[in-house]
């Protein structure tokens, strides 16, 4: 049976750039997806532009029980690096907000893009083959697959996330990382919208800018774009905050960032005393505001309205209080926070501490990204990191 140099678990994007650095390096590569087509969580990325890194991206975007583990992959291995890359395969690519960077035409560039770095080190691919179980006998492992078994020096285990189950997440890394005595910070939805509970009135599709944080917490606070759902609350601040949510947390917004809410009102009563109370919000959208000044300002013109009732308003505006009863779960998070713990892994190598030649890498592991290219960013340098080693 061949004994391959390196054998690499999932073609996605973390996959794909351990097995192309691996094989670039010299080492027989192999690399195995139970999927019939490599890299389809970057298909869908980016609303199919693939929002590939961000330029802003170090270890202070990320989520882990260890924050600094991820600080070295991604100091050897930056944005411009993969933007390199990216301009040598003459993919088009631009800047959307806050360093974000997309492709200008389609996200199944970076998917070729990948596959021909990988064709460039000889990678052989075996897709459509299923794993069940990983042996090692101390010097070589053993892949059982449903292609027969494979035996590889190393292997790397890039098999993502739990997120969007219909691609074919699963745990395979969380389970082989177990089965090798490594522990688990336990996996929950991240980047994912919250659930709000019945009866909450109808304002789906309603949007606005906010700053949410969690309440009993300075940090993280995160500035931009919410809308309403059926359920409960999606955009951009809500989706960074839920990776910060325990599961019983009251979220806090900013209905008027940078804004003193109160000033704001005193202003318009001053100078519109005949105006009625959807005057007050008129940079809100205003079936939120309808909503906002139920039970708390009548039909009188403002300059009839209890100053308490307006402070009370004004109060609500800029620290409103919301209790999501849960999320929406893996079916529509971006990501799987927690993962396999940073402290049995290397940060250098992302080797296995206690399992010479076990690597892991991607989303599996316990370092999740803020919204914006950095999950992907994540997924680069800890491959990269494990395919020079490997
Ligand atoms: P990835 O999920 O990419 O790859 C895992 C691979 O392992 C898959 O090919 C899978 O088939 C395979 N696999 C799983 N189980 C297996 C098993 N048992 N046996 C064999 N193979 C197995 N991030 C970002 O930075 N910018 C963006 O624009 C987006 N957009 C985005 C949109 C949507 C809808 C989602 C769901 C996610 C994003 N993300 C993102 C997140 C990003 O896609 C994600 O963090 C990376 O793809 C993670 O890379 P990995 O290689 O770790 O896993």
């Known amino acids: 049976m061949t004994v391959w140099d390196v054998a690499v678990i999932g073609a996605g994007a973390a996959g794909m750039m351990a097995a192309a650095t691996a094989g670039q390096r010299g080492a027989k590569t192999i690399l195995l997806d139970h999927a019939d087509q490599p890299g389809k969580k970057i298909l869908i990325s980016g609303g199919g532009r693939c929002n590939f890194t961000n330029l802003k991206a170090d270890w202070t975007h990320y989520r882990s029980e260890n924050p600094r583990f991820c600080r070295s992959a991604l100091a050897r291995y930056r944005p411009r690096d993969f933007l390199s890359l990216v301009e040598k395969h003459r993919i088009r690519w631009h800047e959307k907000e806050d360093g974000q960077l997309f492709c200008d035409e389609s996200a199944r560039q970076i998917v070729t893009m990948l596959e021909d770095e990988c064709r460039a080190g000889g990678v052989q691919f075996q897709l459509g083959c ?24 190393s292997v790397i285990l890039a098999t993502g996330g739990l997120s969007i189950p219909k691609l074919g997440a699963t745990d395979f890394t969380l389970k082989m990382a177990r089965q090798f005595g490594l522990r688990v910070v336990p996996p929950a939805p991240a980047l994912v919208p919250f659930l709000l509970e019945e009866p909450w009135p109808d304002l789906a599709g309603v949007s606005l800018q906010v700053t949410a944080s969690l309440v009993g917490r300075k940090k993280p606070v995160f500035t931009g774009g919410m809308v309403f759902t059926h359920r409960g609350v999606s955009g951009p601040a809500i989706l960074q905050i839920s990776s910060w949510w325990e599961g019983n947390e009251a979220v806090r917004l900013n209905l008027l960032p940078g804004q003193d809410a109160h000033e704001v009102m005193r202003t318009v009563c001053h100078q519109r005393p005949k105006a009625h109370a959807p005057a007050l919000l008129e940079a809100l959208p205003s079936r939120l505001v ?21 402070r009370a308003l004004a109060a609500e505006v800029n620290d409103w209080v919301l209790k999501p009863v849960g999320t929406e779960g893996y079916l529509k998070a971006e990501v799987m926070r927690g993962g396999v713990d940073t402290r049995d892994l290397s940060s250098q190598t992302m080797e296995a501490r206690t399992v010479p030649g076990l690597y892991m890498v991607g989303e599996a592991v316990d370092v999740t990204g803020w919204l914006g290219g950095y999950n992907f960013q994540w997924a680069w340098a800890s491959g990269v990191a494990a395919g020079q080693s490997a």
């Open 130 to 153: 299923s794993l069940s179980d990983i042996r090692h006998d101390g010097h070589v492992f053993t892949l059982d697959t449903s292609w027969g078994g494979v035996q590889a020096r």
């Open 290 to 310: 309808r909503v906002l000044i139920a039970g708390k300002l009548d039909d009188r013109p403002l300059a009839e309205q209890p100053g308490k009732a307006i």
